[in-house]
């Protein structure tokens, strides 16, 4: 009996045994399984590689095409103020009559200024006679002096009193211009031919000095002021032909560059171009506001690549470039577009080669499989 009883229980433990072994091969066995998996994995990531679609960096031509907008003045205008102070007696002209050079504008009362021109003619009068005198007297004492019959205090004081007369005389002689030259600023005139485009003053308002009476522009030229984007600096011709649109009824109208300013503001990054008119048949008011179509001429030869090839991250303009096998990311500037091509002003060089398909798993080194992309872009 007891014999049967140690049997048993040593029949029971090697079953345990058995069981237990089994177990932990068949845990040893999944084990190796999934570290197995793990390396095929790590050595699938490590040395496949993606296969992408490639284009080359190309050398296009591309014509430049830009739209602003801007104002249309006179290139020929003038603010007319008062020159003297006084009640204006009469106001000639309105707003749009059309002058010549040389007409009366404005009047303002003139009697103070004439009597202010008499004084000093008056004055001049006097000096002149007293110059005389002077003068004959000093030739008379230079005279007797070199004779011996006046003192050299005689002729010192001769000489003293005609460069007194002298002086005098040139004095009289400025007040009596500045009294002309004030009575004729009484009157206001046409500086140009041109249209009245403001009238400030009324008939027996009184006028201050250096105050705003009229204005007058010539509109047979007219020049519209653009503020061009800085990137264009340097490539704004002189006598480009330029096309300008306006938002009303008025066709549009072709005038040429005459003006571009050398330097860039800094507040807005931009510089002045002028674009000249031919009005003089008036069709166009000046002070419009209009658009102006540049047309710039072709960049030959620049980088070019496939608009597909570009990513955007982070407000940045990134292409994958293929060297020695291997996709490295490359931040790019980008230019004028023509159809899927995009110009690249700069970061690439032509002869390079870029991906157009197939980035989206890409990182830097990534190496990759190239073919040439068919998606039509290159």
């Known amino acids: 009996m007891i014999k049967r009883t140690r049997f048993l229980r040593i029949r029971q433990f090697g079953t345990t045994l058995l069981l237990a072994g089994l177990l932990f091969g068949l845990s040893a066995c999944g084990s190796k399984?999934?570290?197995s998996s793990n390396n095929q994995q790590t050595t699938a990531f490590r040395s496949d590689t993606a296969t992408v679609g490639t284009a080359q960096v190309k050398g296009k031509s591309f014509r430049r095409k830009f739209n602003v907008t801007g104002t249309l003045v006179a290139k020929k205008r003038a603010e007319l103020r008062?020159?003297?102070g006084g009640r204006i007696t009469h106001v000639y002209v309105d707003i749009g009559d059309h002058v010549h050079k040389g007409d009366l504008l404005l009047q303002i009362r003139q009697v103070d200024y004439k009597l202010t021109l008499e004084q000093a003619q008056a004055n001049l009068s006097r000096a002149q006679a007293q110059y005389k005198n002077a003068k004959q007297n000093k030739t008379r004492i230079d005279g007797l002096y070199k004779a011996g019959s006046a003192t050299a205090q005689q002729k010192d004081q001769a000489d003293a009193a005609y460069e007194q007369a002298k002086a005098g005389l040139m004095q009289a002689k400025a007040a009596r211009d500045n009294a002309k030259q004030k009575l004729d600023d009484t009157t206001i005139r046409a500086p140009f031919d041109?249209?009245?485009?403001?009238?400030?003053?009324?008939?027996?308002e009184f006028a201050s000095v250096g105050e705003s009476a009229l204005e007058i522009k010539d509109l047979s030229v007219l020049e519209a002021e653009m503020d061009v984007p800085e990137r264009y600096s340097g490539s704004v011709p002189k006598g480009l032909p330029v096309q300008l649109t306006f938002l009303n009824q008025y066709k549009p109208i072709t005038g040429k560059v005459s003006q571009v300013n050398p330097s860039i503001d800094t507040s807005s990054r931009t510089f002045m171009v002028k674009i000249r008119v031919d009005n003089r048949n008036n069709r166009i008011p000046a002070g419009m506001f209009c658009s102006a179509n540049f047309d710039l001429p072709?960049?030959?030869n620049q980088p070019a690549i496939p608009q597909d090839a570009i990513d955007q991250q982070e407000g940045r303009s990134i292409v994958w470039v293929i060297r020695n096998g291997k996709a490295y990311s490359q931040e790019i500037q980008e230019g004028q577009s023509s159809g899927n091509w995009v110009m690249i002003n700069n970061g690439l060089k032509i002869g390079e080669t870029v991906a157009v398909s197939g980035k989206s798993i890409l990182i830097d080194g990534y190496p990759v499989n190239t073919k040439p992309d068919t998606s039509g872009n290159s």
């Open 194 to 204: 041109g249209y009245i485009t403001k009238r400030l003053m009324l008939p027996g």
């Open 82 to 84: 008062t020159q003297v």
């Open 33 to 35: 399984k999934e570290d």
């Open 298 to 300: 072709a960049l030959k």
